[in-house]
C-alpha cells in the first residue's frame, strides 16, 4: 500500500492482540476458525475499524507470530511484535518490539528474561518488574503495565515503588476512561494522589486480550497514538508526550479546526509547487530569494485576507503581480472550513481575477466561508 506520511495524526492501535490458540487455551472456548482464517478475519477487521497497528502479545510465546505478520503486513498495518509475561511480583507486562524483530530474536528474548514455570498461563520471571523494564529498554523494547487495576495489575498489586519510576514506568492500560475509575485508582493515574506521585503522569491505553475478530469490536481493544509515520520509534516518542499523543477510546474528538489541507501554484516563479501542509505546525525554510515571502503572499492572495498596513498591502500586490502577473499564474489550495464542520473546499485563483471556492454542490466567494481569517 503506497501512503503518503506528510503530518502527524492520531493512528488506531490494539496493542494486545493474541494468535488463534488463545481463545481455547485462555477462554476455555473455541471460536472454530483455523489459523488461516482466524488471521485473514483478524486482518479484514482490521481494515473495517481503521486500526493501523497492532501489537501481538501472546502468554510467554512468539511461535505464531510469523503467520500472523504475513498476513498483516500486506494490508498496510504495522505489527510490532511482542509478548506478554509477569514478573516475580506476578505484575503482568506487554512487552513490544520493532517491527523487523524476527521470531528468533523474540525467543532469544524471552529465553534471557528467566522466565519460569511453561506451564504457567503467562510465564513469570525470577525477575522483579523494574529488573524486567531495565532489560526490554536495553533490547530496543517497549512495555506497559496490562491489566493495572485488576489482579495481576500494578494498580491492584499496590507497587508502588514500580509505579513512581517514571523513567522505566511510562504507561498503563486500563479498560475504559478515567472518570470511570475506581476513586483510588483515579487519583493515583491523574497523579494526584500524594502516596503514588511520579514525577510525570503516566500514559494511560485502552488494550484488552483480542482473543477473536469481533474483540476489537470492544471500545477498550483500542486506542488511538499520535504519529506522522506509523513505526516503533515514532510510537516510543508519542509516550514522551503522552497528554498531547495518547488518546483513549472514550475521549471526545477534537473540535474541527479550519485547516489549509494544500496549496498548487501554477506559473510564475513558484510553478509546480504542491505543498501538502501539516495539521499543526508548519515551517517554511530557506535562504534570501526562495519564495519563502512568495508562498505567504499567494496564501493570502487565493483566500483574498490582504494583510493589515497600506505598505504591506502594496508589498503583496508587488510580489503577486512580479510572481503570477507575468505568467497568468493560478493557484488552489484545499481547505477545510471550522464554520461548516469540517467540510472540505477547494478555492481557487487566477492573476487579475476574484477566487472561486468550490464544493460538491455549489461555488462562491471565500468570504463566505472563511470570514475573519487571518493568515
Not at 25 to 37: K, L, P, Q, V
Not at 89 to 106: A, N, R, S, Y
Not at 143 to 172: N, P
Not at 248 to 277: P, R, W
Request: proline share 5%.
Amino acid at each position: 500500500m503506497n501512503e503518503r506520511y506528510t503530518y502527524a495524526r492520531f493512528w488506531r492501535c490494539a496493542l494486545q492482540v493474541n494468535p488463534v490458540g488463545y481463545n481455547s487455551a485462555y477462554r476455555g472456548s473455541e471460536h472454530g476458525m483455523s489459523e488461516t482464517d482466524y488471521n485473514e478475519a483478524l486482518a479484514a477487521k482490521c481494515l473495517e475499524l481503521d486500526i493501523k497497528v497492532i501489537g501481538l502479545a501472546d502468554h510467554g510465546s512468539v511461535d505464531r507470530v510469523d503467520a500472523l505478520r504475513n498476513v498483516l503486513t500486506p494490508h498496510g498495518i504495522i505489527v510490532f511484535p511482542g509478548f506478554e509475561i509477569a514478573s516475580t511480583e506476578k505484575i503482568h507486562m506487554v512487552c513490544l518490539f520493532p517491527e523487523g524483530t524476527t521470531k528468533d530474536q523474540l525467543n532469544r528474548y524471552l529465553g534471557s528474561l528467566q522466565l519460569t514455570d511453561p506451564e504457567e498461563k503467562v510465564r513469570p520471571s525470577r525477575l522483579g518488574c523494574i529488573q524486567l523494564a531495565e532489560m526490554i529498554k536495553d533490547l530496543g523494547g517497549f512495555w506497559y503495565a496490562a491489566h493495572a487495576t485488576q489482579a495481576s495489575g500494578i494498580l491492584f498489586q499496590k507497587s508502588v515503588h514500580t509505579w513512581q519510576r517514571s523513567d522505566l514506568v511510562k504507561a498503563a492500560q486500563i479498560p475504559g476512561s478515567i472518570d470511570d475509575l475506581p476513586s483510588e485508582y483515579k487519583n493515583i493515574v491523574l497523579n494526584t494522589d500524594p502516596n503514588w506521585k511520579r514525577e510525570r503522569p503516566i500514559a494511560v491505553i485502552n488494550a484488552r486480550d483480542v482473543a477473536k475478530p469481533a474483540d476489537l469490536d470492544d471500545a477498550s481493544a483500542t486506542c488511538w497514538i499520535k504519529m506522522t509515520k506509523p513505526n516503533f520509534d515514532a510510537f516510543k516518542v508519542a509516550f514522551l508526550d503522552p497528554e498531547s499523543r495518547i488518546r483513549l477510546n472514550c475521549q471526545k474528538h477534537e473540535l474541527t479546526a479550519g485547516e489549509i489541507v494544500s496549496m498548487t501554484i501554477s506559473g510564475g516563479y513558484l510553478d509546480g509547487v504542491k505543498i501538502a501542509f501539516s495539521r499543526h505546525l508548519n515551517t517554511v525554510i530557506g535562504g534570501r530569494g526562495t519564495g519563502k515571502s512568495t508562498l505567504l503572499e499567494c496564501l493570502r492572495y487565493v483566500l483574498n485576507i490582504p494583510p493589515k498596513g497600506k505598505q504591506a498591502q502594496k508589498l503583496q500586490l508587488e510580489i503577486i503581480k512580479e510572481n503570477l502577473g507575468k505568467a497568468s499564474g493560478r493557484i488552489e489550495v484545499e481547505v477545510v472550513s471550522s464554520s461548516q464542520h469540517g467540510k472540505p473546499y477547494r478555492v481557487s485563483r487566477r492573476y487579475g481575477e476574484m477566487p472561486i471556492v468550490r464544493d460538491e454542490s455549489e461555488c462562491g466567494h471565500p468570504n463566505r466561508w472563511f470570514t475573519g481569517q487571518h493568515i
